[in-house]
Nanobody, 125 residues
Framework: QVELVESGGGSVQAGESLRLSCAAS????????IAWFRQVPGEERERVAV???????TVEDSRKGRFSISKDNANSTVYLQMNSLEPEDTAMYYC???????????????????WGQGTQVTVSS
């Protein structure tokens, strides 16, 4: 059974940094995508960044330069480093995973199979 557990959220001031962690367990397939999504009330989940088994990474243009994604295979953990946080970054952040067909992780949020419980990030000005 796949389990994803996020941690690292919190309340910070604008300009500060946070590092979110997604501890993954139970994956039995070697080709995967693990993504970070954000969601604010009343809106759809929005992808922030994604990484795959080949360590190919994508950060959405809206947060490129401030956010980065990485993984530690030994600890089965994916990280989202968030720097220079802005109030607009306030949201619930989720990590999600799925099997990767083909070479890319061009999936919508509804295509992801496994989800964590989320971790809240609040940025005040």
């Amino acid at each position: 059974q796949v389990e994803l557990v996020e941690s690292g959220g919190g309340s910070v001031q604008a300009g500060e940094s946070l590092r979110l962690s997604c501890a993954a367990s139970g994956h039995t397939y070697s080709h995967y995508c693990i993504a970070w999504f954000r969601q604010v009330p009343g809106e759809e989940r929005e992808r922030v960044a994604v990484i795959d088994d080949d360590d190919s990474k994508t950060v959405e243009d809206s947060r490129k330069g401030r956010f980065s994604i990485s993984k530690d295979n030994a600890n089965s953990t994916v990280y989202l480093q968030m720097n220079s946080l802005e109030p607009e970054d306030t949201a619930m952040y989720y990590c999600a995973s799925r099997f990767k067909f083909g070479r890319h992780c061009d999936y919508l949020w509804r295509d992801y199979v496994y989800w964590g419980q989320g971790t809240q990030v609040t940025v005040s000005s």
